[in-house]
Structure formats: C-alpha cells, structure tokens
C-alpha cells in the first residue's frame, strides 16, 4: 500500500488506497521529468493520484507540486497548513529558479485537520492525519491504522528521544507514539522498522568511533581535508557527517549514521 518513489532529495510515497492514490510530499523545483520516470519504472502513472498532501511547504518537499496539479491531481492542505502555502515561493524567486511554478490557490482542496479520517477514507484509505509541529509549524504525519505505519515527514527522527523533552518536537512524538506503529517513514532519512533487531554493537562499533572523532574534529575548527590527513575517511563521509551534525543541533552519532543512510549499507 506505500510506495517508495526515488527521484530526489527528498522521499517521496505513494499511498494506494481502494478507490484512490495520496502522494505525500514532493521533491525540489526542477524534478518533474525525474519524477515522471520513478513512476514509470515502478509501473504507476501519474493518472493514478488522485491527491498530492504536502508535509510542510518548505521547498523540497514542495517544489513540483503544482506541476503535478496541472496534470490533474488536486492538491489537499490540512487547515492547520493553509497560512504556509507560499512560504518558499521567495526561496525559488531569489535563486531565480524558473522551473518552479507557484501553487494555484484556487485548485486547492482545504480539509480540516479533525475531518482528516474522512478524507483519507474517501479514498479508501483507513487512518488520520495529525499535526506534528516541530520541525516547523505547520508539519503533519499520517498514521496509517492496517500498516501500523506514520509518515512524518521531516519530522526529527527518533533517534533520540530524551533530546526532544520539552520539545514541539517531543509533544509531537509523544502524540504519534501512542499509536504504537511498527514503522516509520522519514522525508530523508530511511524507514525505521521498530520492531526490527537492532545492528550488533560490534557490527558498528568501528563506524560510530569513526563518526565521533569527526564530530571532535569539527569542534576543533578542523577543515576536511585536515579530518581526512587525521582519519584517513572518505572526503565525501566526512563532508556528509559534517552537514548533518553542523544543522542539526544536538544530533548524535546514530542520528548522523541514519540521516546518510549509512546503516544496512
């Protein structure tokens, strides 16, 4: 019933639902062609979606979804999203990328977040939409009730839980973790299988060791080709562990290993 679709950045699903398909999320502007051909090679059409939900309008999840409304599927904001609809248009305007093509309000379908069971069984999909504010305020999740499954888009993965007390981010995980789901799907990071085992320690040990001194390295203002004389790493790891533990606060070592999909690799 989820599809993966890979064509980006970001982690694009398709929900088959019994009389209808709900896309979630979308990638940059520009990626309408690679988006038409990961459909293709997983046998759908873009015919086949009847709705495209946005998990929050921040550009990269975002960027083609008008593209796809003129081709016949109807865009479906939650309530709780309508103020951001244009919140990134700035962002294409001021890297004057004339791929993008603003979202035509008027085409738009609003649902309120309360009614969400309705809308998704009118396509004949069992679940609800939540509001999961965190990552930014106009965030939402789908739970899906036969899959046991939450697509929560850049919602901060739950690597570490004890990071977000307090947090919109922890009341958010606290609301979708008393759905109790057996997986979860990320808008970049891989879907977690909570009932899976977890890596033995010492199938891991060496990469998070290696992780860790990177992480130390940063601190000390080291540039990559100093971490890379120090460790011996690939450039390019050590780039990717850079970006992620310099823009997201307060990440750890598996939550870095996780959002570059370094894990089952």
């Not at 320690?201 to 130390?216: Q, T």
């Amino acid at each position: 019933m989820i599809t993966e679709i890979k064509y980006s950045n970001t982690n694009t699903y398709l929900i088959q639902g019994k009389k209808g398909a709900l896309l979630f999320d979308t990638g940059w502007a520009g990626t309408f062609g690679k988006f038409c051909s990961a459909l293709g090679e997983k046998d759908l059409k873009l015919q086949d979606i009847k709705y495209l939900m946005v998990s929050h309008f921040h550009p990269d999840h975002m960027g083609i979804a008008q593209e796809i409304a003129y081709k016949g599927v109807e865009i479906a904001v939650m309530d709780v999203q309508k103020e951001f609809i244009h919140s990134s248009d700035h962002i294409f305007e001021k890297e004057n990328n004339k791929d993008f093509v603003p979202i035509d309000d008027r085409k738009v379908k609003i649902i309120s977040i309360e009614k969400s069971r309705g809308f998704l069984k009118s396509l004949g999909i069992s679940g609800e939409v939540f509001h999961t504010p965190g990552h930014s305020d106009d965030s939402i999740s789908i739970w899906l009730d036969k899959e046991k499954s939450l697509l929560v888009g850049d919602l901060d993965p739950l690597y570490e839980p004890d990071m977000y007390k307090g947090t919109q981010t922890g009341e958010s995980w606290e609301k979708l973790l008393k759905l109790k789901p057996d997986k979860i799907y990320y808008g970049h990071a891989k879907a977690a299988d909570l009932n899976a085992a977890s890596p033995k320690k010492a199938e891991m040990s060496d990469i998070h060791s290696l992780v860790k001194r990177i992480m130390k390295l940063i601190d000390r203002g080291c540039t990559a080709e100093e971490i890379q004389k120090k460790t011996g790493a690939d450039k390019v790891f050590i780039q990717d562990v850079a970006r992620m533990y310099l823009t997201h606060r307060g990440v750890g070592v598996q939550g870095i290993l996780d959002r570059i999909e370094i894990k089952g690799k």
